[in-house]
């Protein structure tokens, strides 16, 4: 699908959130998508790992308190700085800024040799990013940006990623990858209704189509800021009840499906992380946080699960 462009108009930005453990195919995903771009957009390739390497550094970032979420926060700010040089066309500001990043992070971000040309840029912006928070950040920069934004989630089984790992050049501890899948909160529209524009793939994918549609709409349909919900009536107890049971009845079978591949550690700390995941819902359901249709439940519950 080609994207139209006018020599007039401005440069056009979309973020492309990716969401999976290690080993759950981001890296190849990123491949496709820069080959694929050529024509259509030009790709801006943002990998944590090369400039915040906790995979593989985590001993580094945790003996420094902090480290790790001010290196995030530092590595989201310069990309919002250098999104509006380019959006600017501001060539001399996104000189100095890329030095700075230099300086920060010990390695260069590659940019296209046809930035600031009026084209479209797709940042593929390359983590786990298995909490929703991480993603809602880069949501908020999108909005405050008038940019396009979307999500791809690596839906892979936990025994696959392990598998892939072991095959890989440089691997991550084996720890890492269980403690992420384990706490990976999966995007889910019903609930949130911010991760609508999200895409999810399991195994491999062998056709672009549907990522190319969603980066052109995203590239047509900018996210805007909003005004905060205001707050809904809160369920009845007995809704409540249901759904309470429900969720007790889903974490069950997640516990189930994981106790074959995982040790009894392991299935304790995922049962504390599905157990707050459920209370955590309940709440904001009793006091009018959320709202979930009765024909749906079953379906978030699932899904958050």
């Given at each position: 699908m080609l994207i139209t462009r006018h020599s007039e108009r401005m440069n056009r930005i979309c973020l492309n959130v990716?969401?999976?453990?290690?080993?759950?195919g981001k890296t190849t995903y990123c491949a496709q998508i820069e080959k694929a771009a050529s024509d259509q957009f030009s790709v801006v390739h943002v990998c944590y790992d090369t400039y915040v390497p906790i995979d593989t550094q985590?001993?580094?970032?945790?003996?420094?308190?902090?480290?790790?979420?001010?290196?995030r926060q530092q590595l989201l700010s310069s990309v919002e700085a250098i999104i509006?040089?380019?959006?600017?066309?501001?060539?001399?500001?996104?000189?100095?800024?890329?030095?700075?990043?230099?300086?920060?992070?010990?390695?260069?971000?590659?940019?296209?040799?046809?930035?600031?040309?009026?084209?479209?840029?797709?940042?593929?912006?390359?983590?786990?990013?298995?909490?929703?928070?991480?993603?809602?950040?880069?949501?908020?920069v999108a909005r405050r940006r008038?940019?396009?934004?979307?999500?791809?989630?690596?839906?892979v089984p936990l025994e696959l990623a392990l598998r892939r790992n072991q095959s890989r050049e440089r691997s991550v501890?084996?720890?890492?990858?269980?403690?992420?899948?384990?706490?990976?909160?999966?995007?889910?529209?019903?609930?949130?209704?911010?991760?609508?524009?999200?895409?999810s793939i399991e195994g491999t994918l062998d056709d672009l189509s549907e990522v190319l549609s969603m980066v052109s709409h995203s590239f047509e349909k900018p996210e805007k800021m909003i005004d905060a919900p205001s707050s809904s009536?809160?369920?009845?107890?007995?809704?409540?009840h249901q759904i309470d049971?429900?969720?007790?009845?889903?974490?069950?079978?997640?516990?189930?499906?994981?106790?074959?591949?995982?040790?009894?550690?392991?299935?304790?700390?995922?049962?504390?992380?599905?157990?707050?995941?459920?209370?955590?819902?309940?709440?904001?359901l009793r006091n009018g946080g959320e709202?979930?249709?009765e024909d749906r439940v079953q379906f978030v519950a699932d899904a958050l699960l």
């Open positions: 990716l969401i999976g453990i290690p080993a759950s985590y001993d580094q970032f945790r003996d420094e308190a902090g480290s790790y979420k001010r290196h509006l040089s380019i959006l600017g066309s501001d060539r001399q500001t996104l000189e100095r800024l890329l030095q700075d990043w230099i300086r920060e992070f010990k390695q260069p971000l590659k940019l296209p040799n046809t930035l600031l040309n009026s084209k479209d840029y797709l940042f593929l912006i390359d983590d786990n990013m298995y909490y929703r928070s991480m993603r809602m950040e880069w949501l908020q008038s940019l396009g934004f979307f999500e791809t989630f690596f839906n501890p084996e720890e890492t990858i269980r403690r992420m899948w384990m706490r990976l909160e999966k995007p889910c529209g019903e609930m949130y209704g911010w991760e609508k524009k999200s895409i009536t809160p369920m009845e107890q007995s809704v409540i049971l429900l969720l007790r009845k889903a974490i069950s079978e997640r516990m189930a499906t994981a106790k074959s591949s995982m040790s009894k550690s392991d299935l304790r700390a995922f049962a504390a992380v599905l157990q707050e995941r459920k209370l955590d819902l309940l709440k904001r709202v979930i249709a």
